[in-house]
């Protein structure tokens, strides 16, 4: 959603300003319910990862007006966009994330040295890149595999001062 927040608001009307109705349909083209949905705004309200519009004041008395339209702040951006793509992000998500294809939940679990967090957030990588060719075709606003690459060079760069002299990162794409 963030991502979609990004491209939509970038086109440069309204202030940058998008409809929600348009966040939350073109979310529910990809599958996402609507309760998903509504958990993710309220997610990205409270993060401040987007201004809502009409304001909303905490000191007004009595019922707020609705939001209808969201724009991505400083901070979405650089989540989706600098925070994404980084080890560490990816490392700390895979506590959150199910794994659906069974080769990879089987080998992915609980580790401790950095070694260890660089294999692993490699095997999540590589789901992560399997996972996404099966959604190939579709008109997704976020696109992984840029953000793939991104990850695989910070992977190999990490590996290079942490175990020198190993291999690195094996591009599968």
Do not use: C
Not at 1 to 19: A, C, F, I, N
Not at 63 to 80: K, N, Q
Not at 151 to 162: G, H, S
């Amino acid at each position: 959603m963030l991502r979609l927040l990004s491209r939509v608001g970038r086109s440069g009307r309204d202030e940058g300003y998008v409809p929600i109705e348009e966040i939350l349909r073109s979310a529910q083209a990809f599958g996402f319910q609507p309760a998903q949905l509504d958990y993710a705004v309220q997610r990205m309200l409270g993060g401040s990862l987007a201004d809502p519009y009409p304001r909303q004041s905490p000191a007004r008395e009595g019922p707020s007006e609705p939001v209808t339209h969201l724009r991505l702040t400083t901070i979405g951006a650089y989540a989706v966009d600098r925070l994404v793509p980084t080890f560490s992000y990816l490392d700390a998500m895979i506590v959150d994330t199910p794994i659906v294809l069974m080769p990879y939940r089987e080998q992915i679990g609980d580790v401790r040295t950095i070694g260890e967090r660089l294999a692993r957030t490699e095997l999540f990588v590589n789901y992560l890149d399997e996972a996404w060719s099966l959604l190939e075709g579709s008109e997704f606003p976020f696109l992984w595999p840029g953000v793939s690459a991104q990850v695989k060079e910070q992977l190999n760069q990490i590996r290079a001062r942490v175990e020198p002299g190993r291999l690195p990162f094996p591009d599968r794409t």
